[in-house]
């Protein structure tokens, strides 16, 4: 990694590969919902972070959610287009990797890229450090691949796993090397 | 499922969900090469299955081995061309699934499909029962995939799952249910 500011990606994924389905539902992923939500650490990433990094496509649609589930966190925006904060986030027009560099010199410590294109962006150019997979029981049969396009070879460090009683299987992956 | 006879798939898959590179390049699969061979119950499964089912590429590559890795076991393989047995392994021209139901027919009780083009028949014809996935820490970036084309929705039962210390992450899966 040539910058340093920790960057981390934690996505549910089906067997097959899809963050998506087709038309962007989301309604697979109710397989994996239990009575009571299990803890995937997604809470304790949220904590450690100081700042959220999504595309404009993702920042819409959780406008749409009628919430803002990121209270409290700086939220930068990656966009050309102007846009009207609505509660403190920022935008940015340029790459990722732009970003990153101009965080990094703000001293912020760690990010985390959220909606697939950043996250597919953040993963072509090997700008992920932290990769975390949480694999849920289904094929979908087609979507939205989480991998697309011209992706680097790389080597990935298995630091920890865990299994849920609902099938879910994640994976924590720090990034090794190119290989 | 509708068939008597158990259908397995046991395959090494790269984070983004590869089973084989650009020109079939393998090489990344020796990330978790180690020096003694971790037991990721592939043994367990050959020694447990009455029959292999491959399509004829597959087939072909392992006459390139120089060895057959099946002595013992009965081959078949789906292919339209006429074949000349060289270990005993027969040709079957018609469907996966009709051949499933034969081999059933022959009081078969469990078969493993070898091979891509087989597994991806299987997956997208929801004729698998048992589906081992064992995840190498790589992206390779673009090859073979092992989801493609039009499959089906399908809820699968996670049964149980180890991590190797080379950081193969594998799960096992029964199928549930369509959804």
Same mark, same amino acid.
């Given at each position: 990694?040539?910058?340093?500011?920790?960057?981390?990606? !934690?996505? *549910?994924?089906?067997?097959?590969?899809?963050?998506?389905?087709?038309?962007?539902?989301?309604?697979?992923?109710?397989?994996?919902?239990? $009575?009571?939500?299990?803890?995937? *650490? +997604?809470?304790? @990433?949220?904590?450690?972070?100081?700042?959220?990094?999504?595309? /404009?496509?993702? +920042? &819409?649609?959780?406008?749409? !959610?009628? !919430?803002?589930?990121? &209270? *409290?966190?700086?939220?930068?925006?990656?966009?050309? /287009?102007?846009?009207?904060?609505?509660? *403190?986030?920022?935008?940015?027009?340029?790459?990722?990797?732009? @970003?990153?560099?101009?965080?990094?010199?703000? #001293?912020? =410590?760690?990010? +985390?890229? $959220?909606? #697939?294109?950043?996250?597919? %962006?953040?993963?072509? %150019?090997?700008?992920?450090?932290?990769?975390?997979?949480?694999?849920?029981?289904?094929?979908? #049969?087609?979507?939205?691949?989480? !991998?697309? #396009?011209?992706?680097?070879?790389?080597?990935?460090?298995?630091?920890?796993?865990?299994?849920?009683?609902?099938? @879910?299987?994640?994976?924590?992956? =720090?990034?090794?090397?190119?290989?």
């Amino acid at each position: 990694m040539d910058h340093a500011i920790k960057v981390s990606v !934690f996505l *549910g994924i089906s067997l097959d590969g899809y963050i998506a389905g087709a038309d962007n539902d989301l309604s697979w992923l109710s397989a994996v919902e239990t $009575d009571l939500p299990e803890d995937t *650490g +997604y809470n304790a @990433l949220m904590a450690s972070i100081d700042v959220l990094v999504m595309g /404009r496509n993702t +920042y &819409e649609t959780v406008l749409t !959610f009628g !919430f803002w589930p990121y &209270e *409290g966190k700086q939220v930068v925006v990656l966009t050309s /287009r102007p846009l009207a904060p609505l509660h *403190g986030e920022t935008s940015f027009n340029g790459s990722l990797r732009e @970003l990153l560099t101009e965080l990094s010199a703000r #001293g912020l =410590k760690h990010v +985390y890229l $959220d909606g #697939g294109n950043v996250v597919r %962006q953040g993963l072509q %150019q090997q700008l992920v450090d932290e990769l975390t997979l949480s694999w849920v029981p289904v094929t979908i #049969g087609k979507g939205v691949r989480l !991998f697309d #396009g011209d992706m680097s070879m790389n080597h990935w460090k298995l630091t920890s796993h865990q299994a849920f009683p609902s099938g @879910l299987l994640q994976g924590r992956y =720090k990034f090794d090397k190119a290989m």
